[in-house]
């Protein structure tokens, strides 16, 4: 257990360098923004099965598991009401029936071995979409190489879920060089600003009075969170969940605003004694719609008073990736001090490397790499 007052302490703590890695996520970001836009996608690929072209792509689809892919659904969630075409985030082996010729596939891997994530970038091969890779290295990478599919490789050496911006920023380039979006490369430089000044406020030094990512987590101690989004701030409700769950080693569950309105609202009806293992995080921006806004209001006086903890995490910013960014590192780093104050380490997750293991039985990776060796030319 760490005193979340005590910076040496975090530090020591911190032993692979999370927080520390954090504290830098705003040149990671300029890093990966500048990375993306040195890919040059090719007019077009050739396979044994055919010639892939690539140009304006009329749907776009990331794939990948985990924290490789949860950049996916943030972009989909800022994005779905200004780009005209659909924005599909896949989480599963192969890829859903509709996608073929003329749609882009983004396959997300950072260690480049997740079986579903190569099983998805071999069917977007087979089925000829624009495909675009993401990865540090592993199988993902070296079938790039094989096929000559266009790879951003990003640095490696962590895990995953701390690489977001890696992750996350080269989206916008790629959405924006492929002509569906402008403006998005401004607005990653605005939120990599924007992280680069939060950065002093919710680091180490800053005392838990003043700092919101500390105060956070000593309220969630103890308790199981729930956290509640709305519209463009949903994915990073799910993302803040996952982070509970791999760095705090705690059960966290989320949902959104309004559907959490016609079904979770009426367990709250439940015995206080069981309500109590609850801190509810509410994800709120001050440019929430007002039908948003009263649905939160009446929530809280209805049900989520009744939790350990009612807190709020207010995005900051003037977009709404500005919002979602700024939200999403105040939870990522609150799931790191709380990890801290509750004595776990919050970069091992044992059970999803048994669980990986276990699988690897199976030889799925060499499978796919026998497939793409018969697409591969040359
Ligand atoms: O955070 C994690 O370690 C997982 O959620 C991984 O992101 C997920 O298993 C996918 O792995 P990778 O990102 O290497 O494809």
């Known amino acids: 257990m760490v005193s979340l007052d005590d910076p040496m302490a975090i530090r020591k703590a911190d032993e ?23 890919i040059e996608l090719p007019t077009e690929l050739r396979t044994r099965k055919g010639v892939i072209r690539y140009g304006q792509p009329e749907a776009l689809a990331i794939a ?21 075409v659909p924005i599909e985030v896949w989480r599963d082996y192969g890829l859903p029936s509709w996608l073929g010729p003329g749609h882009m596939v983004v396959a997300i891997s950072y260690s480049g071995n997740t079986e579903e994530t190569l099983v998805a970038f071999s069917e977007a091969l087979k089925r000829g979409c624009m495909v675009i890779a993401i990865t540090s290295g592993g199988y993902l990478a070296s079938l790039c190489r094989k096929t000559g599919v266009p790879l951003l490789e990003v640095p490696g050496g962590r895990v995953t879920r701390m690489s977001f911006p890696y992750l996350f920023f080269p989206l916008l380039v790629f959405l924006e060089g492929s002509g569906l979006a402008r403006g998005l490369c401004d607005l990653a430089e605005r939120a990599a600003g924007l992280l680069s000044s939060m950065a002093k406020d919710l680091g180490p030094e800053t005392p838990t009075e003043e700092n919101e990512a500390k105060r956070l987590a000593s309220r969630l101690v103890g308790t199981v969170p729930l956290v509640y989004g709305f519209g463009w701030l949903k994915a990073v409700a799910y993302r803040l969940k996952t982070q509970f769950n791999e760095n705090s080693k705690v059960p966290s569950f989320s949902n959104w605003f309004p559907p ?37 209001e ?21 977009s709404k990736l500005e919002e979602a960014i700024s939200a999403l590192y105040i939870g990522d780093i609150a799931s790191l001090y709380l990890a801290f104050a509750r004595g776990v380490d919050p970069y091992r997750t044992e059970s999803i490397s048994a669980l990986k293991r276990g699988m690897a039985e199976l030889r799925i990776a060499d499978k796919v790499e026998k497939e793409i060796e018969g697409l591969a030319i040359g």
């Not at 692979?16 to 040195?38: P, S, T, V």
């Not at 609202?265 to 948003?292: C, D, K, Q, T, Y």
């Open 260 to 296: 959490m309105n016609h079904h979770e609202i009426v367990g709250w009806e439940a015995e206080e004694e069981l309500l109590r293992v609850f801190s509810v995080v509410l994800l709120r921006s001050r440019g929430e719609p007002p039908e948003i806004r009263r649905r939160i």
């Open 298 to 318: 009446l929530t809280k006086e209805i049900a989520l008073e009744k939790a350990s903890n009612l807190l709020e995490i207010w995005a900051r910013g003037s």
């Open 16 to 38: 692979h360098g999370m927080l520390e890695f954090y504290m830098r996520w705003a040149d990671a970001a300029r890093d990966a923004i500048q990375r993306a836009r040195a």
């Open 64 to 84: 990948g598991m985990g924290g490789s892919v949860i950049g996916g659904d943030i972009l989909r969630d800022i994005l779905q009401d200004e780009v005209s």
